[in-house]
């Protein structure tokens, strides 16, 4: 059971710097940490969180759907990483 634990830990970590990544070079800003909150430190606005959707599905090549659409789910990096990975195992 750790192994399954830990190989999910480390995929979720491969995800936030890829998301990192995506920050930095597709949407030109700048992320802290993985905890740090997207929308007090004006990382997201309303449009750069569409353009990170869009983002997001075609690199993780996973839909995002409107129930996952909460901002509990695009607070910091982590917790999309977490959505990322719930998606792609539905």
């Known amino acids: 059971m ?4 830990e190989l999910a830990e480390l995929e979720s970590q491969c995800i936030q710097k890829e ?3 995506l920050f930095s070079e597709r ?3 700048h992320v802290p940490s993985e905890e740090t909150d997207l ?3 004006g990382v997201l606005d309303s449009q750069k969180i569409v353009e990170l959707m869009v983002l997001i599905e075609e690199r993780f090549k996973t ?3 409107i129930v ?3 901002f509990e789910n695009f607070c910091c990096v982590k ?3 977490d959505l990322i990975l719930r998606r792609k195992s539905s």
Do not use: M
Request: proline content about 0%.
């Open 68 to 70: 996952d659409f909460e």
């Open 39 to 41: 929308f007090k430190s």
């Open 27 to 29: 949407l030109n800003v």
């Open 63 to 65: 839909q995002i759907e």
């Open 19 to 21: 998301l990192i990544t």
């Open 79 to 81: 917790r999309i990483a």
């Open 2 to 5: 750790s192994s399954w634990l």
